[in-house]
């Protein structure tokens, strides 16, 4: 630890932009067929080398005639003229006009040499061999000269020019087959971590085995940017096998991107690669996520090192390096779209950085967008997922005060917001109702989470359990009690209810239920390790409440019953989790629901009725979001 | 021709839209891997099947401890503990912590069981295996718990999620190695018709050989939509051979595309095989480029007949196609990106058809945009890559006025118009110095073209040679009139001249000169055939003014002259045109200049010397892409 290294100079965002700027990584140019010439940029000019039509080619079907034949023709004094042949498209004439004479003409067909125009059919009447034509037409009449598209020398596309389908339209016209475009920066993604195994492996959860995020996300950023992507298999902290990839990496790419290893000891393998194969540029940047950002060189080719968490390191990849790229790809900067919105909560930062805060956006009743912070912590993946953008806050900021208007960077040009913001209990009706909508967000933090969002004016709709959900229904927070009476306020909030349903919850324990567990107080009296659910969710406060009764039972304090339960303090993040600890043999019972227990072949012990509530805000129930999640929730059943 | 197919009840583009909407064109769903993920849409819901992190993990560097151990410690008075070891990332922990003691812990590491706060380094001292904690910390601190990313059973990502590099990302964390997703539809691409020849083959002309634009073009629009476009040989207008290939193409894919082959005999084939194996559901569409396109089914199999010409199929293709295999892909609609703009100049509509006029863009000196209509005619591959967008003109307008509000939808929801805007005289000198400007777009029209766009206030820089430059430049036509004088209107006009430079003009002859051409006389006097250029072209203009002369020494009209030279009327397309006319043989002598006749190793007889005169629009010199060329064209030497 005695060597951790501190960033003392952090570089400012400009810097690292002009860093990457100087760094060199153009790839050069090839020959691509035209089938692979879509989205690439053309590395040179090109010149037509043919005329385009090669010949004079008729625009229509009709008649190819010499124009003067047909001076003074009328529709009541038409010129009658010989029919002498016919010429299709892709046919060579076989015969030559006189004067007086006509010649059968399909579109796209030569124009015989001796003709010099055509009557379109629809202005004659053929008999009997003669042709009578019932216009004049002057010389070129319905007639493409040759070279009139693009005549042969001219210019027909710049170099740079990105190729959509309509120059790959007139590179066909032109002949072009071989495409003369820029290559595409060999971009080498190396992942490095100890902890890391691919995905689709399994995982040692206890010996801290994660999967690697980086690989694929930056490659796929890479590839997005006009880069390919080459990637090398991660590395572990192991100083040879480092030194060895990324050496090689260099050797064979463009620029090398590394992510991870910013420990220590780690670093210094880097550190120790980049000083004597090459230079170090730059070391900690000023922006937030992402401070250990290291640039340099390696045997003359370029290097980043990028962060090990997912978000730091695509939020530098995609705000530095895929400008870079683009740029070494030819490609025009992308069009970052922005949008402006309102933050819909205040949001603290940190000066002495740029902070790139991660947000969500949601439409209010309005119309108007509103921006939340979205933020799990840098080592949160979801976090990537549920953002549709960035804010960025400059480093003499403090804070963004909720309604303050804000600026929003989008990761997609064509980012819009969810059409419904969901947030609240995770239930898996709801989630299978959200299949049928159109582009939701489903934010599962909890019952109380869902409560706090429709406080706030953030979430279309909220999931609400235990309590939240009598509350939403009855308009108190003890259903038995509201039930009995009668109220206004009841019917008002009614109106906004979408959908309510029961699930059992209970204790869930493995499968024939071997501990005997038949109860709550089984928790309490008995020798068994339990999992719990979060403060967030409705079945903790199920729980809670169950324990009041007990406790009120007993006539000891609920803190009595809490102390003697051996886990009651392990919160766990999903609805399942409780249940897959019983399930691993981690723990003997598990708070859960019928559902999960079923679901994942376990025993059930009931304890109650939840029941889920879905609630639309008022001013929010006419977004045709919100009108499709009542109309999936009616057909859930 | 007495079959030719009239199309009397022409469908509405609405009814198009709607039965193309009808066909069954899904393509179901496949797996794919991670690295082949971005830019295809989930197939189905994806629920985490792991709690992502899959143990409590420390999210700092530092020491793992009780929490409850560090209460009241602080700067002054920090709480000591033992270190009993140290866990890396990817280690299984090998101590466990009783009471007083800490483990030193990396970021991503695993808390061990025992330990329920992480303390950040920054905040202790480590001396002689003990180590002083300044700072209290709370149970969970600087603790990532399990699943507190994504928690087993929670929903991941649903549904038709397009996945970007983010959403590789949290599948990567999930593990999830083999991605469902939507299958892209396999989109058949045939092009018909015998005149069609494959790009990189050559041409014969005189049999109106052209290359086959549609494959390609239409190929690249179908994987820019997300389809999968499996092309076909292009099929003659044989019968047999076409309803092979069309069969063949209906049971090996989701959707049969041809393009072409609407002439009479030819779209009877079609129609025969839709009829026989099919069903035609519509044929004819109100829509201007785009009146013969026909849909039905072959097999079941969804069929659309586009027209022939590029600019017609293309354009039916992005209207009404792209979108449905959009659909089909699970990909949300293209956000059609439209602008607002000035009609440059009136344009003429038909009645009774939804026009869709190519146009394209410019800036004017205040920044707002001017859409000038840009129509080569359907047959001419160039309109595509000289547009950057459509003006819809509805069925019932008789025309657009010049100043008139349009609505401009964009080829690209990236479209922006060209950095500078250049029409005029075709000159290799311009165009290489184009090259250095980013951006640019240059009409090479004609001299003459480029004074009436200047005038029309629609061209930025106008490329003037002949009288058009020497008018520029001196404020007369008359050249030696006006070098003699001198007036204020000369400056005031110098001011926006960004360029100009001389090139010889005279006649292009074979290598040698084998007839022995001596002047402009010969043309008249020998029995000579002539290539000639076009009445726009500068150099057209510096013959006529020639032959004026010519006729004025021999006391004759130019008329006289003109009716002597065989070809006079030849008037060919492009600066080299006449010069390739003359080394394939066809002519004895064309107009050009002497770099043309260089380039193409022919001889040259000067006949004088053209002044080329790059002049911008006064309110346009302000523009970047103005100043590039100016820049570039000073560096031109």
Chains 1, 2 share one sequence.
């Not at 195994?197 to 206890?206: A, Y």
């Not at 308009?475 to 909030?493: H, K, N, P, Q, Y």
Request: proline fraction near 5%; charged fraction near 25%; hydrophobic fraction near 40%.
């Amino acid at each position: 630890m005695s060597d951790h290294r501190e960033f003392r100079d952090l570089a400012t965002p400009e810097t690292l932009r002009e860093t990457l700027a100087d760094l060199d990584v153009d790839a050069g140019s090839e020959t691509v067929g035209l089938d692979d010439a879509r989205g690439r940029v053309l590395a040179e000019r090109v010149d037509a080398g043919i005329d385009v039509p090669g010949f004079d080619r008729a625009a229509m079907d009709g008649y190819a005639v010499r124009a003067a034949d047909t001076f003074g023709a009328s529709e009541t004094d038409p010129a009658t003229l010989d029919v002498v042949g016919a010429v299709h498209a892709g046919e060579r004439p076989a015969v030559s006009l006189e004067s007086g004479d006509a010649v059968e003409i399909s579109t796209g067909a030569v124009v015989p040499g001796t003709a010099d125009a055509v009557v379109m059919v629809e202005r004659t009447s053929e008999t009997d061999g003669q042709v009578a034509v019932r216009t004049a037409v002057a010389p070129g009449e319905h007639v493409m000269a040759a070279g009139a598209d693009i005549a042969a020398g001219q210019r027909a596309l710049g170099p740079g020019t990105l190729l959509t389908p309509r120059e790959v339209g007139l590179l066909s016209a032109l002949g072009v087959a071989d495409v003369p475009v820029r290559a595409r920066p060999r971009v080498a993604v190396v992942s490095t971590g100890d902890e890391l195994v691919p995905p689709g492996d399994d995982l040692d959860h206890g010996a801290g085995e994660i999967h690697d995020v980086n690989t694929h996300a930056i490659a796929a950023g890479v590839r997005e940017a006009g880069g390919d992507p080459v990637v090398y298999e991660h590395v572990g902290d192991d100083r040879a096998a480092m030194t060895e990839t990324i050496e090689t990496a260099a050797s064979e790419c463009d620029i090398v991107l590394t992510s991870g290893s910013t420990s220590a000891s780690a670093m210094d393998v880097v550190y120790r690669v980049v000083e004597d194969r090459g230079e170090r540029l730059l070391h900690g940047v000023a922006v937030k996520p992402g401070k250990p950002t290291l640039v340099g060189t390696i045997d003359g080719t370029a290097y980043v090192g990028l962060p090990g968490y997912p978000v730091s390191a695509l939020s530098i990849f995609r705000t530095f390096v895929a400008p870079r790229i683009r740029e070494a790809a030819g490609r025009p900067p992308a069009r970052t779209a922005t949008v402006d919105a309102r933050m819909a909560t205040r949001e603290r930062s940190e000066e002495g950085r740029l902070r790139l805060v991660p947000v969500g956006l949601v439409a209010d009743g309005d119309g108007d967008l509103l921006a939340y912070p979205v933020d799990k912590g840098s080592g949160a993946t979801t976090t990537l997922t549920a953002a549709d953008g960035v804010v960025p806050v400059d480093p003499d900021t403090n804070y963004v005060d909720a309604g303050e208007a804000v600026t929003v960077s989008l990761f997609s040009a064509n980012g819009r917001p969810p059409r419904v913001l969901v947030v609240g209990e995770d239930d898996p009706t709801l989630s299978r109702a959200l299949d049928a909508v159109a582009d939701p967000r489903y934010l599962a933090s909890g019952s109380r989470a869902g409560r706090r969002s429709l406080r706030d004016d953030v979430a279309d709709v909220a999931a609400l359990a235990g309590p939240d959900a009598d509350e939403a229904l009855t308009g108190v927070r003890d259903a038995d009690e509201a039930l009995a009476g009668d109220s206004d306020a009841e019917t008002d909030r009614e109106r906004d209810v979408l959908a309510f349903w029961d699930r059992d919850w209970g204790l869930v324990v493995p499968a024939g239920n071997p501990v005997g567990v038949d109860g709550l107080a089984a928790l309490v009296d008995d020798d068994v390790s339990f999992a719990n659910r979060d403060a967030e969710s409705g079945l903790r406060a199920r729980l809670d409440a169950a324990l009041d009764a007990l406790a009120a039972e007993r006539d000891v304090s609920r803190d009595d019953l809490v102390d003697a339960i051996r886990g009651y303090e392990l919160e766990t993040g999903g609805p399942e989790s409780p249940a897959r600890r019983v399930a691993d043999g981690i723990v003997d019972v598990g708070l859960g629901s019928r559902g999960t227990a079923d679901r994942l072949g376990l025993g059930f012990v009931p304890l109650g009725t939840d029941r889920v509530a879905v609630v639309a805000a008022s001013d929010r129930a006419h977004k045709p979001g919100v009108a499709d999640l009542e109309r999936a929730l009616d057909a859930t059943d």
